[in-house]
Structure formats: structure tokens, C-alpha cells
């Protein structure tokens, strides 16, 4: 399996551990996820307000649950947000712009 191939399993067995068989994440089951699973590119979540706001624009169907394709969504913005910081950092030591 290549490194991407396993990336992406591990992603998927993430969402599971903290959904379990409903297969959705409720506002308390996101959080943990992010403050155990992604707290190096996450700040801790702490207040309730940026739950809220995260959960909120997270939910695109409006059932009070993300489901994995809600959950892509994050994951696909954290990643994106993160690029463009690795890539700066390239840039810079590389010295191409």
C-alpha cells in the first residue's frame, strides 16, 4: 500500500474509532476528535462558541451530525490550510517563490 493509500485508511479508521457504528459524530465526539487526533494542526478546542461555529459550518444537511462526507470537509481544509505552510516554508529554503 503506498503512503498515500495508508494515509487515507487512516483517516477513515480515525472517523470510525470516534463515531463508532452510527458512523457520525456528534458535537462532543468531534471535539475529542480534533483535541486527540489533529492537535498539531488544530488549536485545542476549549469553548463551546468555536465548537459551535465549526459544528455548524461542518453540517452542511443540517441533522446535527457529521457524517463522513461532512467530516472529508474538515479534513480536506485542515490539509489545504497546511500546504500552503509547508509550501512557504519550501519557498523559503528552497528560495523559489
Known amino acids: 500500500m503506498s503512503e498515500l493509500e495508508k494515509g487515507m485508511v487512516t483517516i477513515i479508521k480515525a472517523f470510525h474509532k470516534y463515531s463508532g457504528h452510527k458512523c457520525k459524530l456528534k458535537k ?14 488544530i488549536q485545542s478546542i476549549n469553548e463551546n462558541e468555536t465548537l459551535d461555529e465549526l459544528f455548524a459550518d461542518l453540517d452542511q444537511n443540517g ?4 457524517d463522513f462526507q461532512e467530516f ?15 509550501d512557504k516554508k519550501h519557498e523559503q529554503r528552497c528560495g523559489t517563490s
Request: proline share 0%.
Open 72 to 86: 472529508i470537509t474538515l479534513i480536506a481544509m485542515v490539509t489545504s490550510a497546511c500546504h500552503e505552510l509547508f
Open 28 to 41: 462532543a465526539e468531534l471535539k475529542e476528535l480534533i483535541n486527540k487526533e489533529m492537535s498539531h494542526f
Open 63 to 66: 441533522d446535527l451530525e457529521i
